[in-house]
């Protein structure tokens, strides 16, 4: 018998996450400089760490030898603090990913299902295939979530809906609207996790009230990131503001160390860097009317984004992607998605913009 048939079978199928391609990776792989080239597939905050948070990770090396504090008070003080939440309403995450398993491997059983949106984050799925439950997804509406459609999808045995706003990768969102119609519909009985990854580069208008919405419904989680408009993917840090029930159980099955001290210090000193936050969303708006602009004048199809990326449709998505690869750009593909003919691309400084938008016409002209 072959060790693998010890795990069991809804473990055995799982394609795992292919994250995007790294710059060494790709530099090994085509023999290309790595300072040549431009990595726009990860949705990565392209100014860097803000210098606040650089300088107190600085300060918190001396402390390394030590375990960091597993229950991360100072983190949640000034998460509770900026949120107006109490600390038992929050959760530590080793990056949102981290959130979205807890909940998952928290309230889930062989016997639950769990709703999401066709064409939402590939981790609902794997997080739900990793505890035996089973997957519900929803076929989407313009490449966005369908509301009304997942509420109708909710069973008997549904403990959990994951929802995107905005969503990766399409970029599309829900109206505030809709969103507090869907939790006023939910079963009380059934935990809505709203996915929030991307919600600090939506304008002030075009955001939901989630925390005035998770004071009303005590069956909603929020999960949020410092990955992307704060700059720390690399330390990977994300949180959860949910009921104090709620957020008691999935700290029972947390691991106690799971955000170290240089992304919990480093995460304090961003979460109060405002100033960089600004220019976060400044360069990403800009950089958003830079490469749609570019789309409309190539005549190339592209879903309209709230997020720090876009999502375009070419004639075969395989072959521009391996194109960009070769000229050392990195997008990202987006076949596992069931868009084969489709990529990704997050908004970089000016001068990547640029680099990709080359390329692409390049790839056009041959």
Same mark, same amino acid.
């Given at each position: 018998?072959?060790?693998?048939?010890?795990?069991?079978?809804?473990?055995?199928?799982?394609?795992?996450?292919?994250?995007?391609?790294?710059?060494?990776?790709?530099?090994?792989?085509?023999?290309?400089?790595?300072?040549?080239?431009?990595?726009?597939?990860?949705?990565?905050?392209?100014?860097?760490?803000?210098?606040?948070?650089?300088?107190?990770?600085?300060?918190?090396?001396?402390?390394?030898?030590?375990?960091?504090?597993?229950?991360?008070?100072?983190?949640?003080?000034?998460?509770?603090?900026?949120?107006?939440?109490?600390?038992?309403?929050?959760?530590?995450?080793?990056?949102?990913?981290?959130?979205?398993?807890?909940?998952?491997?928290?309230?889930?059983?062989? #016997? %639950?299902?769990?709703?999401?949106?066709?064409?939402? $984050?590939? /981790?609902?799925? =794997? @997080?739900?295939? *990793?505890?035996? !439950?089973?997957?519900?997804?929803?076929?989407?509406?313009?490449?966005?979530?369908?509301?009304?459609?997942?509420?109708?999808?909710?069973?008997?045995?549904?403990?959990?809906?994951?929802?995107?706003?905005?969503?990766?990768?399409?970029?599309?969102?829900?109206?505030?609207?809709?969103?507090?119609?869907?939790?006023?519909?939910?079963?009380?009985?059934?935990?809505?996790?709203?996915?929030?990854?991307?919600?600090?580069?939506?304008?002030?208008?075009?955001?939901?009230?989630?925390?005035?919405?998770?004071?009303?419904?005590?069956?909603?989680?929020?999960?949020?990131?410092?990955?992307?408009?704060?700059?720390?993917?690399?330390?990977?840090?994300?949180?959860?503001?949910?009921?104090?029930?709620? #957020? %008691?159980?999935?700290?029972?099955?947390?691991?106690? $160390?799971? /955000?170290?001290? =240089? @992304?919990?210090? *480093?995460?304090? !000193?961003?979460?109060?860097?405002?100033?960089?936050?600004?220019?976060?969303?400044?360069?990403?708006?800009?950089?958003?009317?830079?490469?749609?602009?570019?789309?409309?004048?190539?005549?190339?199809?592209?879903?309209?984004?709230?997020?720090?990326?876009?999502?375009?449709?070419?004639?075969?998505?395989?072959?521009?992607?391996?194109?960009?690869?070769?000229?050392?750009?990195?997008?990202?593909?987006?076949?596992?998605?069931?868009?084969?003919?489709?990529?990704?691309?997050?908004?970089?400084?000016?001068?990547?913009?640029?680099?990709?938008?080359?390329?692409?016409?390049?790839?056009?002209?041959?």
């Amino acid at each position: 018998m072959s060790l693998s048939q010890l795990a069991p079978a809804y473990i055995r199928t799982i394609a795992p996450y292919q994250p995007g391609k790294p710059i060494a990776e790709l530099a090994r792989e085509m023999q290309l400089n790595e300072a040549d080239i431009v990595k726009l597939a990860s949705n990565e905050n392209p100014l860097g760490i803000s210098p606040k948070a650089r300088a107190a990770m600085l300060q918190a090396m001396d402390e390394l030898a030590r375990y960091p504090d597993g229950n991360g008070f100072a983190l949640k003080s000034a998460l509770a603090k900026k949120f107006g939440v109490g600390l038992g309403q929050i959760v530590l995450g080793n990056g949102s990913n981290d959130i979205l398993e807890l909940a998952a491997r928290t309230f889930l059983t062989p #016997a %639950d299902s769990v709703v999401y949106s066709q064409y939402s $984050f590939a /981790v609902y799925p =794997l @997080a739900t295939q *990793a505890v035996g !439950a089973r997957g519900i997804e929803v076929r989407a509406v313009d490449f966005g979530h369908d509301l009304d459609a997942m509420l109708a999808a909710i069973e008997p045995s549904t403990k959990l809906v994951f929802i995107a706003n905005p969503n990766n990768p399409t970029g599309t969102m829900c109206r505030p609207g809709d969103l507090v119609e869907f939790m006023e519909k939910c079963p009380a009985t059934v935990l809505v996790v709203l996915d929030e990854a991307y919600t600090e580069y939506l304008p002030a208008e075009k955001r939901s009230d989630s925390l005035a919405l998770q004071r009303q419904f005590p069956n909603l989680i929020i999960s949020r990131t410092l990955s992307k408009a704060y700059g720390l993917a690399g330390l990977r840090i994300g949180f959860a503001i949910a009921a104090p029930e709620v #957020a %008691d159980l999935m700290n029972r099955v947390r691991q106690p $160390f799971n /955000v170290n001290s =240089l @992304a919990q210090a *480093a995460a304090v !000193a961003a979460l109060d860097d405002l100033d960089y936050l600004r220019e976060t969303v400044r360069v990403n708006r800009a950089g958003m009317e830079q490469i749609t602009s570019a789309f409309v004048r190539l005549g190339i199809p592209f879903i309209p984004s709230y997020g720090n990326f876009i999502t375009f449709h070419v004639g075969d998505g395989p072959a521009l992607n391996q194109f960009m690869l070769q000229r050392g750009v990195i997008i990202r593909p987006l076949a596992s998605y069931g868009m084969r003919d489709s990529l990704r691309v997050s908004i970089g400084l000016t001068g990547e913009n640029d680099r990709f938008i080359a390329v692409l016409e390049e790839a056009l002209d041959g």
